[in-house]
């Protein structure tokens, strides 16, 4: 059944949900339009992938031809996988490391994150320490990465803590499709190349349960956005937690970030239905916010 969305406001989003974590910014000198527990440390729960695809769109500029390069998605990748479609298929699929991360951020793709992490491993790359250096140039102080998913994947890559305050800032940092280069809003960090790859990625993703899931109109007449794909996280009963990222523009062009975090107290009682439902309302409330 599709979720039932609630037509709230952004305020009435903090008092209806009390558990749910999430921030609102715009590309303001302020950044902050709206939050709820905005600061609590959660896991990633769907943003490692976000900060994957990043660190990656990022050495696919500073060493040419990697993303090009091609990587191999083995039995064993598929076998480690608790999300995705790849996981379903049999045989080995040769990809590039771009169509891989593409399929990462697209399904959430538990084999394609395994794969791209012996691929890295093979290439000689610490991913844990180049995405640990980007977190850091961008001033995410909130981040904490631990680790990188090992023998399983749900489609992270890595592993840790953020805050929905830190997520929103990330959003902003990279900053938009339609910043110059050279915009100052948005300087330091992930280069404009990486930066234009992951924006890119992110505009192609249908998801059907996070923050864009109650957005007006339906595949490619829904309202311009980009997010990540999440849904399979609440399938499986979502045992970190919930997380998910939504950018969207308003009346005047500039775009507004989302970021929001469901713990695993509330998001693993309910069912991805219910999820969906107070993730969409959300998103929904600050899609309204920026038609006034």
Known sequence: MVAEVRMLTLEECAAAYPQLRFAVGDAG???????????EPHDLGGIGKLLLGLTLAHLGQSHEGFL????????????????????????????SVEDAVNLVLSTGDGACVLALLDFAAAEGVDLLSEAGGLTSSLRLDAV????????????????????AASTCQLLRSLGTLDDPEDDPAVAGGASSEARQLLHGWMGKVF???????????????????????????????????????????????????????????????????????VLGGLGLAAYLSTRN
Not at 144 to 163: D, F, I, R
Not at 216 to 242: C, I, K, N
Request: aromatic share 4%.
């Open 68 to 95: 090009e390069r091609s990587l191999t998605v083995s039995r064993d990748h598929r076998a480690g996988a608790r999300t995705g479609t790849l996981r379903l298929m049999s045989g080995e699929l040769q990809l």
């Open 207 to 277: 998801e059907p349960a996070g923050l864009a899931s109650a957005l007006p109109g339906y595949g490619p007449r829904r309202v311009r956005h980009q997010t990540l794909s999440g849904f399979e996280l609440t399938a499986v009963g979502a045992q970190r937690g919930y997380s998910s990222a939504l950018s969207l523009p308003n009346q005047a062009g500039e775009w507004v970030h989302v970021a929001a975090h469901l713990p695993p107290s509330s998001a693993g009682a309910h069912s991805p239905r219910d999820v969906s439902a």
């Open 29 to 39: 000198l302020s950044g902050v339009v709206a939050e709820s527990r905005a600061d």
């Open 144 to 163: 904490q990465l631990s680790g990188l998913e090992s023998g399983e994947s749900w489609g992270e890559g890595l592993l840790g803590s953020a805050t």
